[in-house]
DNA sequence: TTGTAGTTTCAAAATAAATTGAAAGTTTAT
DNA sequence: ATAAACTTTCAATTTATTTTGAAACTACAA
């Protein structure tokens, strides 16, 4: 496999990927094609590497910003603006897992306290009462896990950040 | 909130929630229902509970049963099947932990260790090598996580087995 | 100002995914 | 065998999501 077959796969590998977690086809394909180039890119260079509308590029690469996954980088005397990914993988998985957490286990946890709270009597409502506690102990256990990830490397980076001050 | 409204709120948000991971809003709504019901249920209960026709159902409970997340019931001297869903939420999370694996970090990992081949020869393909390399650094981390959330919970199963034995 | 290079927005079009419903298929009882 | 009760399948439809492209917007330079 040459390298640019290589890089053809991983770009394709990771839109189709990315489908079956929330996200959209481009939006993991302008990543994708980030992450890869040593060089920052300009929203030109991304929708013709990729053969997508400028409108599409410009929504996406936005999402990705949002995401934290990618920067913004302005060239001396350039007027357009460029793009570049973070690179530092552990760090990107630190941001989905942040973003992830944030949109889907917090809504969860919120819902599931207020479900907890209704009163036992039937034995319907003893069933349910007894889903909503073990469904809370699982997203706990998620919460906690995602946590962790996130902290692990803060903490991580804050020993970094010391050792220099050492 | 009554209980009637509870339900209605589990359901619901179960199913919205559902839409933001790969998983539809029927399948999602279903597994719910069954999930709070202290009794079986069979087609035509949730056909109505739910609203859906019975394609729907029929093809969804399919799925459902695929993931190992709920078992048909025939009940004596019924012809028509029932559906239970599984209760133990550690089991459940344990299934979904294990269908996810099987779709989503596998076939990752099959494709990175093949991209990982390649050789190093420009900026360009280093660039990549290095990328390669930090994602199968995460990736086996995901993976490993979710293992062990599947093995621990297989283990305390094996544990409760031999407990009979001794 | 006015023009130019660039970015963003968003209604409309294209694409993808979920759902329906009726026909075909199964199983059991008579 | 035939019918009745029930389940599955799948082409057609509906719904939801993604993508396009051109107009509106912004920032800068002459």
Known sequence: MTFEEAKDKFIHTWGT????????????????V?????EAMSTEDVMEQLQI???????NLR???????????LKPGERREF???EKDIWKVARQVAKERRRREITPVVEVLDELK?????TPES??????????????SFADNTLNAVIKAEENWLMGQFLKVFR
Not at 34 to 38: A, F
Not at 53 to 59: I, K, L, Y
Not at 126 to 134: D, K, N, P, S, Y
């Open 63 to 73: 999402d990705l910003m949002d995401w934290g996954l990618i920067y913004k980088q």
């Open 17 to 32: 990927l990315a489908t079956q977690w929330g996200i959209n086809r481009s939006m993991a394909q302008l990543h994708a």
């Open 126 to 139: 003893i069933e349910f009462q007894r889903v909503m506690a073990g469904l809370s102990n699982v997203v």
């Open 117 to 121: 709270a209704i009163p036992t009597d």
């Open 53 to 59: 509308s400028r409108g599409n590029a410009s929504m």
């Open 34 to 38: 980030l992450l890869i180039s040593p």
């Open 83 to 85: 793009f570049i990914a």
